[in-house]
């Protein structure tokens, strides 16, 4: 029988005190202000209002929001495992935010001539968007995990998402405005891939107890459904191209977020005997338009195309909780505590192939010169071509691409599907060999998906007969 | 004694799907990006700055926060319906949007040449101020209709909105900035009259049992409340002009909502007997401000002008919750969940008048020439007047427009008052007949105000023997 | 034995009528809109882009959101006494902000030749700044005040605040972008004087029942407090200058919150003796490193400076909710019901010493000539230096200023410090001298954390025997 470590002194604040004391290291080593925050590049007001502030700012806030509070409350419907779920995420993403500063700076935007990495709106934005990567596996692993854990599982996995990132970006060039193969694929799929390798019989053999909902842990859970369904648009816009790129993918993504609600709350129904709605479903199938549009937002998909997708997805999505997720843990053993694979997994490949097919099918007829903006790598590699002439007297920002045709980019735009999955899977199950250990401070099977192990607990609502134990206020049900 | 088929399978998701397919075809046919989020329109990135994404970008998340936030927990206050509450609402309003694009395309800014709708910053903004106006009226009707009916009636409300929006907008051309009339009174108007269709004496004879709030469902509302109360100056300046318009809009509702929740907090107080505060009157009153000054807000009614709308809603609101609903419900059977005659109701018809006055006493002397631009019928209809010329000279947004003095406008903006009314009341009567039939699926008098009836409702916390019976958990009391 | 007097009718709804009715006179004879709201100053659309409320709107929303849900959900925690936390901050914030508009508008922008205060953009974020620190005062009462003594506070704080910005900005000259000294320093001593002014010895004998929360009240309140850590980064930066000052700002508060927030994670854990963390750490010290960067959030402090003092406010804050707060209330019978001195009033002061020492440093070399507008004072007076003509060659934004150098500047915003606490402390007792008198409606000992004494309550989940009683339904397990 497993020994569990659970006493997180002095364990977690040693390893969170090293963590940010390297950070601040690091910082200091590397991290400088850009160009649009260095009070030495100051532009006069003017110019002023070209900085990227006001650009990206109120988009940075929204993604700020599904990132702490999206998230944060998406995860809180367990019934005794809000405290966790919440400042868990809280702390994940604090840290996560500046290691990705260093790895994404490091990897996509080291200045060798100076050794530093300078940091502006968009690099806010993308450290924010790798967090949101660890917390979706967060969702995978909810509840079975210390906090201790968490932190060390969020060291390695930006490494990984990092690596994939660059692997998309850097080499093969794709395009992934909102993230569906490099942050929602690779976030569950990592997960998942954890989850699997830390399975363990004890805790599933039939559903625990405490692994459920009460009727106000479903209400505070529908807080962080919403902010995510309405910020989306701002997620898969915040570091699209200026101007229509940015107002396309902010409309494909509340178009297709729309039809993803209403075929959640249809298939729901239709599922159900009595024709009864699941909250599981309202609060995570409905947001899988956002998932699925994410590749393709700024492509020229027309409305009604971010409808088809959203649509799909939010059947898809569905289904995968009703009928796929109990699959999962009885025949792989994979345990899914919030259905990451059903709203980041299945929705995050159909993304990506949505994208692969919108990217492959893209014409100047469609786009305008413009086609070279939004898939640069389609630019000619050689400035002498006609082709790059015409388009460097249309407009200045073109740079020399890689020549590639539509149906090439998307061929690789479907490649990344496939490198993400593996990157995803490989680097799970890495993590999850070496987070396996008990020593991390993981919850023997009963403790699991209970607040108590890990904070002081508060008597609950109710409860009148708790305040004479102490401890353990939410166990009284199950000493009767 | 009637018989209630409240089982939502088939019914539910075959007419769900059938809308979001028929969406889908309709976008299909008819809906293209406008220019600002056309690729083919991409401008360099100078002229980024001027894509209506940055002028309006942020506004509109404001009020989609108030649509999904705002409106869906400001009405999760019944102890036994905060599923529905926000479940719903998230429902009709996401498909609610995609009806209002089309719905809206086609009367007001339909392209008649190339057959198609352009969708782009204001399109979104206005289908969201559309789902509005459905959504106050499910306040008035919350808790006695299935998620069917409520489906159906945005179908058809939104019908009988476009049309009274065209009236307004397309035909008198009366300023309605923030919808006082357009969507508040016509909102509340609409949905009392398919609550007084819909009456049912078995209902109403005392107060349901469940038809009250419990102590933490109170506080979920609250966070409804605020995020109305905060964004609300989002919402009357979203579609003003750009610059001092949308700033003066803003400015004003923000009074103005200070000056009524003062208000509502010395009334409140004041027609207790003991001087205690009533949670009802905080979580709407309050808002009363915002409704009553949305026609006049981006008018130079001043910041003094906007805090005595505000106040005086706030008061007018207040005393209607207390003294006027309970005679609404016992003399004219009309029965309003959430209040909304207070709290949209008298305030829009406060707010489409004190808009009226606020036009007729417009002047020159007040405006400058920006006076034609804030109420363009004022231009005169023919090009060769000097006053015309003038004010091309001045400005190059100047359009020829019906000569109005500013008296005349003011009468057309009382007229809009009374045809918003005749509209709703219209509408809605029509819309509560349709939708009487039980086979719509109303749950029977005993069942409403219960989120049972639609969803799969785990165990509320503290009820112990709950789970012996495993259905209705929250029944409990009742079976004592 | 004291006799209380805790009936708000009539005194609470007179008060608040009078005080309404005297803003809207005030507002009538003195405000009026700035330039950028004013339709007489209106510019074409080319120049709209220009007006501030494109530069700041989307900040001053998401401070509006840290003043009414931060502030107000934050204060949630307490089981019985949520209807009054978010309802008499959203009371007192909502009559604040009119009050500052006239306050701030008469110090420090009166237009002496209309006799007119001219409000904007800036003038309404400031409203909202002054208001936070009387919502940081009222977390030192919180539970043991009335309605009515709030709003008389708020009154009185507000000259005070005006008093002692007035001297920072006006006299002084110190720069304060987010408030450390003026804001937060300034509302936390200011309420701990009012409280140890009122202390009652009956209150505090030993830990008062109520005075603790449930599980879900802590759930409500990480609402606040996320929303509080996620818009920091705009409050500091609302107001900062456009362009590179704003991103700085907002960028700093980013990184400085992220390193507080691990810092108090490993605090609370590393100072209890089972490693497990507590709520009230979560909920308040993350916070502590926004607080603690306010003053130097502009300057070049550079990221790794940001996290320093973020690490180390931080730190301190847990430590004094821990250690140091129990001592105050033993020793100096200061009860600090929100612990604000650990989160506004120690980081306060870390942030003003910050903030004196990044000035004090502040050199040409790393700011370039912007140097000069981010600290307009070290202009020199005279327009004729050679520096002043080179300075008004690179931007004619420049203005004569004091002639300060770097260290001086960093003298007077130290001196700022102290003078924040003696105008806070001095004002605190004073107007806790004149709350002091029952007749003002504070509750008794065993009334106090208690809704029941100023709301209409509904019954609590679960607390079924109740209903009987009917009037104050909490309190049946005391009566056991």
């Not at 919030?338 to 099918?361: E, K, Q, R, Y």
Request: proline share 3%.
């Amino acid at each position: 029988m497993a020994i569990y470590h659970t006493k997180m002194n002095p364990k977690l604040p040693v390893v969170a005190l090293v963590l940010e004391v390297v950070m601040l290291i690091l910082f200091g080593i590397f991290v400088r202000y850009d160009h649009d925050a260095d009070a030495k590049d100051h532009h006069n007001n003017t110019k002023a209002q070209k900085n990227e502030f006001y650009f990206r700012y109120a988009s940075f806030q929204d993604v700020h929001v599904m990132i702490f509070i999206g998230f944060g409350f998406l995860m809180t419907f367990l019934k005794r495992y809000s405290f966790s779920s919440v400042g868990f995420n809280f702390l994940i993403a604090a840290f996560g935010l500046q290691w990705a500063v260093l790895l994404q700076g490091w990897l996509h935007h080291f200045d060798s001539s100076t050794m530093k990495i300078h940091i502006g709106m968009e690099g806010m934005i993308n450290a924010d968007f790798c967090t949101a990567a660890v917390l979706i596996s967060f969702g995978a692993v909810l509840g079975k995990t210390s906090p201790l854990q968490l932190l060390v599982m969020t060291v390695l996995e930006e490494v990984f998402f990092a690596l994939n990132e660059h692997i998309a970006i850097g080499i093969l060039q794709v395009n992934d405005a909102g993230g569906s193969m490099v942050i929602h694929l690779f976030g569950a799929y990592f997960g998942l891939a954890v989850s699997r390798v830390m399975f363990r019989d004890g805790l599933h053999g039939e559903t625990h107890e405490k692994e459920g909902s009460v009727y106000h842990s479903d209400v505070f859970a529908m807080i962080g459904t919403i902010f995510l369904w309405m910020f989306w648009p701002s997620f898969n816009s915040a570091i699209a191209g200026h101007g229509d790129d940015q107002m396309r993918a902010a409309m494909n993504t509340y178009f297709s977020l729309a039809a993803s609600l209403v075929a959640t709350f249809a298939i729901s129904s239709l599922t159900s005997r009595e024709g009864k709605l699941d909250m599981v479903h309202i609060q995570n199938a409905s947001l899988a338009g956002g998932v699925a549009v994410g590749t393709c937002a700024d492509m020229m998909i027309n409305p009604y195309g971010a409808i088809m997708i959203g649509f799909c997805s939010g059947i898809v999505s569905t289904l995968g909780f009703k009928y796929l997720a109990p699959l999962l843990e009885s025949k792989l053993k994979v345990h899914d505590t919030c259905g990451v694979h059903n709203l980041h997994g299945m929705p995050g490949i159909l993304g990506g192939l949505s994208g692969a097919i919108a990217a492959a099918f893209a014409s100047e007829e469609v786009y305008g010169l413009s086609l070279y903006l939004t898939f640069p790598t389609l630019v000619p590699e050689d400035k002498n071509t006609p082709l790059f002439k015409r388009l460097h007297e249309w407009s200045d920002e073109i740079e020399p691409g890689k020549g590639r045709s539509p149906m090439v980019q998307g061929g690789f735009q479907a490649l990344q599907v496939l490198i993400s999955l593996v990157m995803a899977i490989g680097g799970g199950m890495i993590t999850g060999f070496f987070l396996k250990h008990t020593w991390w401070g993981q919850a023997s099977d009963v403790d699991c998906f209970e607040d108590s192990m890990y904070w002081e607990v508060p008597e609950a609502e109710g409860f009148t007969e708790v305040k004479t134990d102490g401890e353990h206020p939410l166990d009284t049900q199950d000493e009767l």
